[in-house]
């Protein structure tokens, strides 16, 4: 069981690296699909076979694919003052970002998660997730529901054209 | 290394690269990669402590994250919306020259 996770780790921190590190945005959004595909095939792996689709159709299928649109219509930036600038940004980044790593490292191995006990839970069993989902868990789907019809209607509000207002008006 | 802490390893990297892209990218579809990857580690460790941890009928590891991937979806096409439409009013998406509310 840990082999699989051995190799499946260090190729997703690498993609999410090259996400974070790649000045190019379109390369920048592709490593980002392939991390989030990595995580999709790592929850495959350790027997979560409903979230790991989940995760693939929605984050691969749809959030990266939405990014990757998004560059293509909004100009690009000017890569070489991005790397120009990039030593200064870094350091600034690091400086806040190390402590947050260090805490949570810290938390990690004050935690001690080598002590549980190993387990091996049932993999995932779809019918018991649907089961709960619409009778424990019916009214947060119901908001959910609610929230992605606001956020669609939200979206198509913000999209239209609003610099030519009249243009799609009907003629009187 | 179990593969509890080897998980939980990995969000925490995972999440402090996503912070890193949130304060070093200039570009706001960059900065939305980020969130995604922090996101992202938040989710794994749902799933982390679901799997190796005491066993749990109600599932409740799983059930958040399928929550959390329906709202992380919600999230980044609304940001992008208004990311579009704060492009189409300046012809840019670099955070630095969005400053008109600068005193």
């Not at chain 1, 996770?5 to 690498?14: D, E, F, R, W």
């Not at chain 1, 592709?30 to 929605?58: E, K, P």
């Not at chain 1, 119901?142 to 009907?170: C, H, W, Y």
């Not at chain 2, 969000?11 to 070093?24: E, H, I, P």
Request: proline share 7%; charged share 10%.
């Amino acid at each position: 069981m840990i082999i699989p996770l051995l190799i499946l780790t260090p190729l997703v921190l690498l993609a999410a690296l090259g996400a974070v590190w790649k000045a190019r945005p379109v390369h920048a959004a592709l490593l980002l699909a392939l991390s989030l595909a990595l995580v999709a095939v790592l929850y495959l792996t350790i027997g979560a076979d409903f979230i790991g689709l989940v995760q693939f159709m929605v984050y691969v299928g749809a959030v990266a694919i939405l990014i990757v649109f998004s560059l293509l219509i909004t100009r690009p930036g000017d890569e070489a003052e991005e790397i120009q600038r990039r030593p200064r940004s870094m350091v600034t980044g690091l400086i806040c970002t190390l402590p947050v790593l260090a805490v949570l490292l810290i938390a990690l191995v004050k935690g001690n998660p080598e002590s549980a006990p190993a387990v091996d839970a049932p993999p995932l069993s779809i019918a018991h997730l649907g089961e709960l989902l619409f009778t424990t868990h019916a009214p947060a789907v119901l908001a959910v529901g609610v929230l992605l019809t606001a956020v669609m209607i939200g979206a198509a509000l913000f999209a239209r054209d609003t610099e030519k207002p009249k243009s799609n008006q009907p003629e009187k | 290394m179990n593969p509890l802490a080897l998980l939980l390893t990995l969000s925490s990297l995972l999440f402090s690269l996503g912070l890193l892209a949130v304060l070093t990218r200039r570009n706001a579809i960059l900065i939305l990669v980020g969130i995604e990857l922090m996101l992202n580690a938040a989710n794994i460790n749902f799933i982390a402590f679901w799997r190796y941890g005491p066993p749990d009928p109600e599932l409740t590891g799983p059930m958040f994250v399928l929550f959390s991937i329906a709202i992380a979806a919600a999230e980044a096409a609304v940001g992008l919306a208004i990311i579009l439409m704060v492009f189409r009013h300046t012809r840019s998406t670099d955070l630095n020259r969005l400053d008109s509310l600068h005193g």
